[in-house]
């Protein structure tokens, strides 16, 4: 049995769910130290890698949990730490990088409508 928190029938609740735990993890639940530390050449205490890893897997948790689909939550892992990756890399700004997110998840929402 599949388990999600917003019902596979209305798409735009688990859209709603889904940037709204975007925010909970991209903001609250990173620290400074790690929206820092996760840019290469910025890192201090730790590898940059292993703080990029963290912060993506972080999200992957997320999108697993509230999708009820584990390997949503390894393609949000990988596509998250690509797009920050990329912000770091290239500068973008954060309403950019904000609405690279946000596709992702409308993605993900159709992803898990096809699936039912």
């Known amino acids: 049995m599949q388990y999600t928190f917003a019902h596979v029938d209305q798409p735009l609740n688990l859209l709603i769910m889904l940037v709204l735990g975007h925010f909970l993890v991209d903001f609250p639940l990173q620290g400074d130290k790690m929206a820092v530390e996760k ?3 910025k890192d201090v205490t730790l590898n940059w890698r292993w703080w990029l890893t963290a912060h993506a897997a972080t999200h992957g948790f997320m999108v ?3 999708t ?4 949503l939550g ?3 892992m990988l596509v998250h730490g690509l797009i920050d990756f990329g912000k770091c890399r290239f500068g973008y700004k954060l309403i950019v990088d904000q609405a690279l997110h946000w596709s992702c998840k409308m993605i993900w929402v159709a992803c898990v409508s096809v699936m039912h």
């Open 64 to 66: 697993a949990v509230l």
């Open 39 to 41: 840019c290469p050449g």
């Open 68 to 71: 009820g689909v584990p390997f």
């Open 74 to 76: 390894l393609a949000e």
